[in-house]
């Protein structure tokens, strides 16, 4: 599912990812009030998406995911690399 966002509510999640991620970030997904980044850090890392305290590691892996899509419900995840 595609999801246009307006220029405000870019600018709203873009300043966001600026305050929380120290690390760089090749995929990120809002998702159930939450914010999932795949970082440099080879892990799914997941945030509070109104305060950006952490939340735990979705998922490790052995090299940095590129892509991540959720299902509409939320329950299925699937992650990727080029």
Partial sequence: MTVILTADQFAFIH???QRIFANS???VSLQNERLYAA???NAIESYL???GQPDGV???FSAPAT???FSSSGSV???GAR
């Fill in 15 to 17: 300043e966001k990812c």
């Fill in 25 to 27: 970030i090749f995929a």
């Fill in 39 to 41: 970082t440099d850090g």
């Fill in 49 to 51: 998406f109104e305060d």
């Fill in 58 to 60: 979705l998922s490790r």
């Fill in 67 to 69: 892509h991540m899509c």
């Fill in 77 to 79: 995840v699937v992650v």
